[in-house]
């Protein structure tokens, strides 16, 4: 098992859903195609721009199948606008990316785009929400 792997399965608090959950390697590529139910993303978008974020959306819920469930964690734009961490954190994902901290209606356009729909979204704290993603209703 690759190093970060064995740290990563190290800081999973659950030990009784440990045995349930599969660690895969990723160079950040096309994700890999499997039979799972549900696939988490978290953090992922944060690092690219809009049309890269788009692109890996779609092909994780391609690889994920038909009536699968995505959750996507995110960072959104920080309810404080006068939060200065928040707004130094957003200058260098804009500056180093061309990303920067998205709004909850950016990250909606975000999977709207990628052919995905929002089943749900929970604010899950220090500024981050989890959007339950599905393929659109037919």
């Known amino acids: ?65 038909p009536d699968r469930t995505l959750l996507l964690v995110e960072q959104v734009t920080a309810a404080d606008p006068d939060d200065v961490d928040a707004v130094l954190h957003h200058l260098r994902l804009k500056c180093a990316f061309g990303s920067g901290v998205r709004d909850q209606e950016q990250v909606a356009e975000l999977v709207s785009r990628a052919g995905l729909r929002v089943a749900a979204r929970t604010d899950i704290g220090w500024d981050h929400r989890l959007w339950a993603l599905a393929a659109p209703a037919a």
């Open 1 to 65: 098992m690759p190093s970060a792997l064995r740290v990563l399965r190290e800081e999973v608090l659950d030990t009784d859903v440990l045995p349930r959950v599969d660690l895969l390697p990723s160079t950040g590529g096309s994700a890999p195609a499997d039979d799972s139910d549900v696939r988490l993303m978290c953090r992922q978008l944060a690092w690219l721009p809009d049309e890269d974020a788009v692109h890996l959306l779609k092909e994780t819920a391609d690889a994920l199948g």
